[in-house]
């Protein structure tokens, strides 16, 4: 069972991500999984009407990432770095975006996810993303650790 | 030698993608290559300082786009495809990021290119992504066509 | 429903890749979806005796265009654009490998699609690819056209 | 200067990979730099005549591997742990590919490098890659370590 529920996450991004913490929903969380809502808004869009690409990396990495914390628990963690993205689909206009994400690996040092990006409400994903992360020694816990986009 | 020079990109960045615009400058064109800068302030950065890994990845984004353009003119281009990056270090808060990057492929249907992100001053790259692009038609000219960052 | 089940997916396997054909079988094929085994042998490990990257790049790939095939019928296919792959865990020696994927995306021009790769027998996945195709005009019917891997 | 220089790198190609030792040549090693020549073969052929998938991957990480031990001496080296390789021209069969990498980033625990391939004598690129590897801790010895292809 993950150590961190909805709320606990909820608030975790809250605190330690108070500048983005507004962007983003707790939607559940599971054995290695997680599931996280983009609430889309003017700030996310390009011309044109559809959500821009470096808002749905931002959603895959902030999804993969508190996938991780509900796993570990809310210690310090590392940072991103790396991720693969394929855009697939053009979003469309106004429509909040969700990110589901499964962790394949949670090592000593590494951590490896990935996330299907998918309008809400439709079927069809419209990107994909495939996380790694380096995670600090177990006695490290300072709180300035974060995802890339935190 | 490119179809358009930094002065023509300004204005095609000013006019099309008005809403990132103010982000970025245009340090440099060549052949197959072009030299972005992102004007790091407080949107890019997050807690602890260092600039966001979406930052980064649109700078990436955008700098690859604007290398193909200058080498295709400003007819429309098609969407970003799939980028892979890898964030190697971490970067100093409040310092401009310089994205430097080249085409290798410029094909009929699909572009490649990647970029090495640098502080603005220093040697050794935070980040290095690689980004493909697929093109439109030569006839298609609807002016929607976007990076995924615009 | 696919339009190749396993037998038709093992004949054209057999006809048109026979370089490669006896290293694989075709174990299921299903709606976007196709589960490939690599017959481990010598040719396939490294010292130590675990199976090489190479392989598993191989593997990966040829399961991802084989369940595309699947989808598209026997018709030519355009070859392997990119990969970006994960290596997770070290396989075991002498224990095949088995490559689960799914079809992500199956445009007009392109296809996405991504794959875990599994020891035989075990649930944590060794290694994660995702991978894209360029597709032809549907008039094209070379029989020229082949993975990356072929 | 790197530790090890080309008759070093091919000393030890030859007693800790001889299982592929023979279809590589160390061309030129440099400061965080390496060149390294896929000596094409039958098996590294798929239908058609072009040089395959795998062994295109499997010079990129050779030769980045390669690179990483050159700068840091025969000691222990740990697993590649991933790779983004992007196709982006046919090769001609029967031609020699040439890998040249350079090193971007070598951590205590993570390195990583690029690789654009080349074939012989011509200046187009037939792909290009991106390879990250997980490195032991210093006093790590042991000889089992190895890249993803050895």
Do not use: W
């Not at 606990?8 to 507004?22: E, G, K, N, S």
């Not at 999984?33 to 559809?50: D, F, N, S, Y």
């Not at 689909?89 to 990110?99: E, M, N, T, W, Y």
């Amino acid at each position: 069972m993950p150590m961190m529920d909805e709320a606990a996450l909820t608030a975790f991004l809250a605190r330690d991500f108070a500048q983005v913490a507004d962007q983003f929903a707790v939607e559940a969380v599971g054995e290695m999984t997680a599931r996280i809502r983009l609430k889309v808004a003017e700030q996310h869009l390009r011309p044109g009407g559809t959500v821009s690409g470096p808002a749905m990396f931002a959603l895959a990495d902030v999804a993969v990432y508190l996938a991780i914390l509900a796993q570990v628990g809310p210690r310090a963690l590392a940072v991103t770095t790396s991720c693969a993205i394929d855009f697939m689909r053009r979003p469309a206009s106004g429509v909040d975006l969700i990110g589901a994400c499964r962790i394949l690996k949670l090592g000593r040092i590494l951590a490896v996810g990935d996330c299907l990006i998918f309008q809400d409400g439709l079927e069809a994903p419209v990107a994909r993303a495939s996380l790694t992360y380096s995670l600090p020694p177990e006695s490290a816990s300072s709180p300035s650790s974060s995802p890339a986009n935190g």
